[in-house]
T-cell receptor
């Protein structure tokens, strides 16, 4: 099955700086890559996703890049704000499968 | 905006007891999922359900677990004889289509097994 690895496990940045979280996957059939933000005690919320037919997607301060050849994808948050502090999970799935394989999570702290 | 709902928010049970966790997926969604998250760890897939049957399940989803869609709105996860290691947050999710469509998560049920 798919194996998704995520780095770093913790990340601290100063408010206004950028944050980058990286994930790798093992199954070349995976073609859908969502990112979820989970605040303490709350449900995971989708923040952005990318499909394998594009290399980059942007939504305001959040962007995701995908390198299918290298089997990795990254989340970029620019101009970070304290409310960006949360745990971020990447995931991967394929059209043949019916589940998400989640990364281990990155705890992001934005220091005011 | 429609949301997935789950009840109860917190369930405390004694080891060996049966528990039923309930979910109401978004109404026009066709695929339903249960995930588990042990405190401080990643979200783990348990099972997916489509057209009134299990379409995929993980190694975690052993004979102690079962799922059911008893009516047109509820989707339940039953744990037959709970163990201490079943203590976790259980999330239900739903999507309109297969896993390559966005999955919307419920708020979770925190299960504590004593």
């Amino acid at each position: 099955g798919e194996n998704v690895e995520q780095h770093p496990s913790t990340l601290s940045v100063q408010e206004g700086d950028s944050a980058v979280i990286k994930c790798t996957y093992s199954d070349s059939a995976s073609n859908y890559f969502p990112w979820y933000k989970q605040e303490l005690g709350k449900r995971p919320q989708l923040i952005i996703d990318i499909r394998s037919n594009v290399g980059e997607k942007k939504d305001q301060r959040i962007a995701v890049t995908l390198n299918k050849t290298a089997k990795h994808f990254s989340l970029h948050i620019t101009e970070t704000q304290p409310e960006d502090s949360a745990v971020y999970f990447c995931a991967a799935s394929s059209v043949a499968g019916n589940q998400f394989y989640f990364g281990t999570g990155t705890s992001l702290t934005v220091i005011p | 905006e429609p949301e997935v709902t789950q009840t109860p928010s917190h369930q405390v049970t004694q080891m060996g007891q049966e528990v039923i966790l309930r979910c109401v997926p978004i109404s026009n969604h066709l695929y339903f999922y249960w995930y588990r998250q042990i405190l401080g760890q990643k979200v783990e897939f348990l099972v997916s359900f489509y057209n009134n049957e299990i379409s995929e399940k993980s190694e975690i989803f052993d004979d102690q677990f079962s799922v059911e869609r008893p009516d047109g709105s509820n989707f339940t996860l039953k744990i037959r004889s709970t163990k201490l290691e079943d203590s976790a947050m259980y999330f239900c999710a739903s999507s309109t289509d297969r896993a390559t469509d966005t999955q919307y998560f419920g708020p979770g049920t925190r299960l504590t097994v004593l």
